[in-house]
Nanobody, 123 residues
């Protein structure tokens, strides 16, 4: 019904910058909250940042002041701008979205995940 596709991961040196993006497509009435999570092997998936439909944002303490989340509601896209990257930012970054889907006479809120994009911070 809805697909989330991340892009923009890659290898970057410590102190460098990288953007990762997420695009939602499919049977969408409205994309509500959008999140970035990240996960390293053997650890739980942690929230990095969230942005609401009304563009309110919240960040994990570990990325405050370095990462910026933004979105384009018309395009159903979200971007995470990552600056001053550190080796501990290395992870698979996942897009998550709470999507309102219209079923003709009613709507339903559903939760979707992308497949992730790998960000590696290393010299």
């Amino acid at each position: 019904q809805v697909q989330l596709v991340e892009s923009g991961g890659g290898l970057v040196q410590p102190g460098g910058s990288l953007n990762v993006s997420c695009k939602a497509s499919g049977r969408i009435f409205r994309v509500n909250d959008m999140f970035w999570y990240r996960q390293t092997p053997g650890k739980q998936r942690d929230m990095v940042a969230v942005i609401t439909y009304n563009l309110n944002t919240h960040y994990a303490d570990s990325v405050k002041g370095r990462f910026t989340i933004s979105r384009d509601n018309a395009q159903n896209t979200m971007t995470l701008q990552m600056n001053d990257l550190k080796p501990e930012d290395t992870a698979v970054y996942y897009c998550n979205a709470k999507v309102q889907i219209w079923f003709g006479t009613s709507s339903k809120d559903m939760d979707f995940w992308g497949r992730g994009t790998l960000v590696t911070v290393s010299s």
